[in-house]
């Protein structure tokens, strides 16, 4: 697993003072299923295509869950963060810690130092692909069944966020996430 502090882009990123809004984050994770429900497999390297997602993906490919549904979903991320502080049972909403690892969570990509619940309708940039944030993702029924495991409730008001691409282009772990608006 990388580490932010493990890739060059990584630390630069988190080094920086991240601009007006104050922040800078990395991407950590990509991952990407060809169907519903089919366990995810990670990427050293995606495409991003606006309008469509990333290539490969079931949202991509029109075979995700939620594709029918008039919502944008090109691309979803989640915070690590989020993941660090359901390993600790942080805050103890269920009866132990639960260990979500990145391809397990559904989520395309895993970033570190991003507050996604802020990017709500803002634009922002991901390597040299600038995405939008879109609705905030809401921890499901069918993810805790898909799953076994009890993150409806962990996951509520940080579930990740859905977003799309408005320039497309190549991302690998390591990218530099930082605000634009």
């Not at 660090?84 to 570190?112: F, K, M, Y």
């Amino acid at each position: 697993m990388i580490e932010a502090f493990d890739h060059p882009a990584g630390r630069a990123a988190l080094d920086q003072p991240g601009g007006a809004k104050g922040w800078a984050g990395v991407l950590m994770h990509i991952h990407v299923t060809d169907n519903a429900g089919a366990p995810m497999r990670e990427l050293a390297q995606a495409r991003c295509v606006p309008g469509q997602g990333i290539e490969g993906d079931r949202y991509f490919l029109r075979t995700g869950t939620y594709s029918p549904k008039p919502d944008v979903r090109e691309v979803s991320l989640i915070e690590a963060e989020v993941l660090d502080a359901l390993a600790r049972n942080d805050p103890p909403l269920q009866s132990g810690p639960i260990d979500l690892p990145p391809h397990e969570h559904r989520r395309n990509l895993t970033v570190r130092g991003v507050p996604l619940n802020h990017l709500v309708g803002r634009r922002f940039a991901l390597g040299e692909v600038i995405l939008r944030g879109g609705r905030l993702n809401f921890p499901c029924k069918y993810l805790a069944e898909l799953l076994g495991k009890p993150v409806m409730l962990p996951l509520y008001n940080r579930s990740g966020l859905n977003c799309s691409i408005e320039r497309g282009g190549i991302i690998r772990p390591g990218d530099a996430v930082r605000p634009l608006d």
